[in-house]
Structure formats: C-alpha cells, structure tokens
C-alpha cells in the first residue's frame, strides 16, 4: 500500500500525530519548518528531527514532490509547467510576471466535470481530483524555481520587478470548488503563519458557481473569491455553463452576496467576452442591473481561442465599449488579457493529454 504524502495533513493533524507517537511537542514545530519553509523533499534532510521521529515518520509517510515534465516559456515572461503525479495524471499550473507581483495559477482537479462551453479544460472531463499535498506541490514546485537561479527564473523576477511568489489564484484545471476539502486545507495552510504565511488578499479562489459551496466558503476561510460569471441572464448562461441548470443566477447572486457578509473583500466577476453571445450594450445593461446590490469588482477576459474552439473574441472596439459602459456606472472594472496566449497557459486553455501519451516528456 502506498504511503500517505505528509502534504496532505492539516497542522493540527501533524501535531496530533506527533503527540499519538509519544514524541516531543517540539518535534511538530521542527517538522512543520522542514516541510513549509524549507521545503523537505527527504526525511533524512531534517537533520534537528530526532532519529526516532525519522524512523517513525518513514514507516507511516512519505513526502511527494510534483515531477516536472513539461516547461513552456511564453514570450510574456510567463512559464507554463506540466507536473507528472504519483498516477501518472498531468497536470499544469502557470507562473505569471504581473508589475510588482509574481502569481501563481494552480489547478485543483485533473480535468474539470463542469463542461463550459467555452473552456478547453472541459473537453478532458474530470478525471480526478487533486489531494491538498498536489495542490501545494504546485506552490512548492513554483517557489523552488523561482528560487533558482534558471534563466526562466530570473527573466521572469525581470520582467514581474519582483522576486518571491506574491498570489496565488486557483484558476487552473478545474473546479476549486467541487474538490472543497483539498482546497480549503491547502488555502488554511497557505494563509497560516507557521506554514505559507500569505496575506488573505493574495489568495483567489475562482469557481464557476457552486453556490452552496461559495456560502460555505465563505464561513470556512477569510481567502478571496471570484465567480465566472460570463453571462447576464439563465437562457445565455445555461447555454455556455451548464452548472446554471443546478445553481441558476438568482441563487448565484444570492450565494455572493453571503459571501461579500463574512467581510472578506469584494466578490471578482469574471466575465469572458465571447464575439456576438454575451458582448453587446444590451449585455452590459444587463449585467449591471444584475450586478447592482452585490459589492464586487468586474474583470472582462476577452476570449482565448484555442485549436478547436467554436467562439470568437470580439472586436477591440466592441470591448471597449463594454468595459466604457461599465466604467462609466461606477463599476471597478478592468480588461484582463491574459498571459501566456502564445504557449496556450491563458485561462481556458490548459487541457492536457491522457498520461499514457505523456508519460515519457522531458523538461526542456
Ligand atoms: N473553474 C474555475 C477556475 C478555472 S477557469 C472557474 O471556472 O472559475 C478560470 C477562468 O478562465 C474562469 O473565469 C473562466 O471563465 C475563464 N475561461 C475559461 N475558458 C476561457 C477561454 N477560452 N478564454 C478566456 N477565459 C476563459
Ligand atoms: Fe471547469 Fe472553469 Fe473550465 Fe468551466 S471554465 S470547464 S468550471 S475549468
């Protein structure tokens, strides 16, 4: 049977199982150092842990760095990575140079259930769900290479004026949301002081809209929320997200607006502008009669096409008068052009093959 990855376990799980073994309680504040800031890989690495407490963690864990498999630089700066797990599923994530900052996109799920229309990611179906060890593996893996002293590395730090991890955004493979205990337990270790340590506002969960599972977000951690919106009534957004068949609009907005009660920050509507489906003025009025009672902030993401992809980006023109009206309503409103277009790291794109065609690619 194989060993449980020690990433997957909450602090207080750590300490309880370093209690259980009759081990010093010191024994968990070293161990919790070696694994988050220090970013053990070896148990024989954590030179200050007793021999007995090795022996004993070794026996019962094992610490499961991602493999990386594939590297795409894009001409942004930005750095697509493919990591191989344990299984042999691949999975990507997307370091992104933004001015001042370097963020993190990380994927939850290998694959995705639910079925957008306009997402590549969709189109591999859900194959699993990552543990919470896989999604910070990611961060891990991201850490060390900036780290390092990789030409990539230091172009990026260049290009992003900023030389540490700053965010982290699950928007990715997947549905964060639908994986909720992994990700909750890897975002309380990311935002916890003796683990990760980051702020609550560089940390963004975006979902599709599971809206029992954005209220109860909302009660679990103080982390940031963005909700795909896409679309300004039921019959548009059935037919690109067909999650609004389950959750439709009135119960999403409702679900955001508990959400924006627990004090964490504004609710981010993510709107993909899609050419000749949701991208009119008539559009725009809609969505900010919709919009109007929630606290929020808008971010319009022009399309990414992708090989196969049945939509279109609109014209220029007809984005910026959308993001005009909008502006001109008071909304906090911004384009977001994605990174990494080039290499096919842009939101939406990320898909990968079945792992038996993968299985043997090296870095580059
Ligand atoms: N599953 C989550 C997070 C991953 S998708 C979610 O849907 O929110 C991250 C963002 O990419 C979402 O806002 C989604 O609407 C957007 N997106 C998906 N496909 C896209 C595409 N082809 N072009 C631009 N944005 C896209
Ligand atoms: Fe899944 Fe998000 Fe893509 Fe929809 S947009 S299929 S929820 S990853």
Known sequence: ?????????????LKNWVAAQGLKPYAATQLVQWLYEKGAVDFDDMTNVSKQARALLSESFALTPLEEVQRFLSTDGSVKFGFKLADGEIIESVLMPISGRVTLCVSSQVGCAMGCRFCKTAE?????????????????????????NDE???QLKEAA????????VFMGMGEPLHNFEAVVGAVDLLLDDRAFNFSRKKITVSTSGLAPQIKEFGARVPAKLAVSLNATNDTVRTEIMPINRRHDLK??????????????????????????????LVDAKELVSLIANTPCKLNLIPFNEYPESTYRRPEPES??????????RGFQVNIRYSKGLDVLAACGQLATEAKAQQANINPS
């Open 251 to 280: 119960e999403l907005m409702a679900a955001c607006r508990t959400y924006a009660e627990y004090g964490h920050g504004v609710v981010t509507f993510e709107y993909v502008l899609l050419g000749g489906v949701n991208d009119s």
């Open 124 to 148: 591999m179906k859900l194959r699993r769900n990552l543990s919470q060890g896989e999604i910070l593996g990611q961060v891990m893996a991201a850490r060390s290479f900036l780290a390092s």
């Open 161 to 168: 004026q900023y030389q540490r991890l700053s965010n982290i």
């Open 1 to 13: 049977m194989s060993k449980e990855n020690l990433y997957n376990l909450s602090l207080d799980q």
């Open 319 to 328: 984005i910026r008068q959308f993001h005009k009206y909008l502006a001109e």
């Open 152 to 154: 990539a590395a230091v």
